[in-house]
């Protein structure tokens, strides 16, 4: 079992960026998929960027492709997401999500994940 806890987030000018850190309990990280979803008041949660066990091949919602970074320290058992250009559409909460690699069904459905974190708000201003 894991523990994700998530920090980061905060409120941000259109135009800037943030980076959110995604912080595991565990001695198996590397054997975990992670991925980082949002969630926008009255929307269901959303998709935005998955990163790999072996590989560390990443995935990236269509909406942030281009702006949006994940990456993956084992060592110290973190997941990061590095946005920039960031836009009033991204305000959301972001929440951080991991699956052991053996039992992910889709690396990009949220239902496919069994651990999350509690999130962090991230607030783009116009």
């Known amino acids: 079992q894991v523990q994700l806890v998530e920090s980061g987030g905060g409120l941000v000018q259109a135009g800037g960026s943030l980076r959110l850190s995604c912080a595991a309990s565990g001695r198996t990280f590397s054997s975990y998929a992670m991925g980082w979803f949002r969630q926008a008041p009255g929307k269901e949660r959303e998709f935005v960027a998955a990163?790999?066990?072996?590989?560390?091949?990443?995935y990236y919602a269509d909406s942030v492709k281009g702006r949006f970074t994940i990456s993956r320290d084992n060592a110290k058992n973190t997941v990061y997401l590095q946005m920039s250009s960031l836009k009033p559409e991204d305000t959301a909460v972001y929440y951080c999500?991991?699956?052991?690699?053996?039992?992910?069904?889709?690396?990009?459905?949220?239902?496919?994940?069994?651990?999350w974190g509690q999130g962090t708000q991230v607030t783009v201003s116009s």
């Open positions: 990163i790999s066990c072996i590989g560390g091949r990443t």
């Open positions: 999500a991991a699956e052991p690699c053996t039992r992910l069904q889709g690396i990009g459905n949220r239902n496919s994940y069994d651990y």
